[in-house]
């Protein structure tokens, strides 16, 4: 059934973002698909993160995190955040931009999100962030991963 359970979820069509936060000296990211609005009032997103993320220790209640949804040409940004290099190598590419939570420039819109509740569930958890600030280009064309692979 687990096999059945994953070919159907391989047929979704999904939305890819990259999910950024620091705390002190420590700096993440990672691509997510697991990512949904929670509430208009307060806007409100969650997003499943893997217990065993490296960036999972670092957020908090409170702290402070990017969502940065890809648009169909940054592949390769998904690529990186997802690959087997992790940590500071992934901020390497010129588009992240560093404030008080990093961001990624060139995302299609960003939700910067301030962490309100963290569920932890199976292997994951989930981690509600209220929306604070957002920056959107407007544009309509986000980065797809559907069957393993993105849709360009
Ligand atoms: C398209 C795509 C979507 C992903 N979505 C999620 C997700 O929603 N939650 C999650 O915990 N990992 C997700 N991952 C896996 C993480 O990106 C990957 O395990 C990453 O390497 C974790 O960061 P780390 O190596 O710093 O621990 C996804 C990977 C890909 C390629």
């Known amino acids: 059934m687990k096999e059945k359970f994953l070919e159907i979820l391989r047929t ?32 409100s997103m969650a997003v499943s993160v893997n217990q ?3 960036l999972h220790d ?4 409170d702290s402070k995190f990017s969502l940065n949804l890809l648009a169909s040409d940054q592949t390769e940004i998904a690529e990186i955040c997802s690959g087997s290099e992790e940590g500071q190598i992934r901020f390497e590419h010129s588009d992240w931009e ?3 939570t990093p961001y990624l420039k060139s995302a299609q819109s960003i939700l910067f999100c301030i962490c309100r509740k963290i569920v932890p ?18 544009k309509m064309n ?6 393993g692979k993105y849709e360009t």
């Open 121 to 138: 569930l199976y292997s994951h958890s989930l981690v509600i962030g209220e929306v604070q600030n957002l920056s959107h280009s407007g």
């Open 52 to 54: 065993s993320a490296s």
């Open 98 to 100: 560093f404030s008080e």
């Open 58 to 61: 670092i957020l908090t209640v």
């Open 142 to 147: 986000p980065l797809i991963y559907q069957d």
């Open 12 to 43: 979704t069509k999904q939305n890819v973002f990259v999910l950024a936060a620091e705390s002190g000296d420590q700096r993440h990211a990672m691509t997510v698909s697991s990512v949904f609005s929670v509430s208009l009032e307060p806007m």
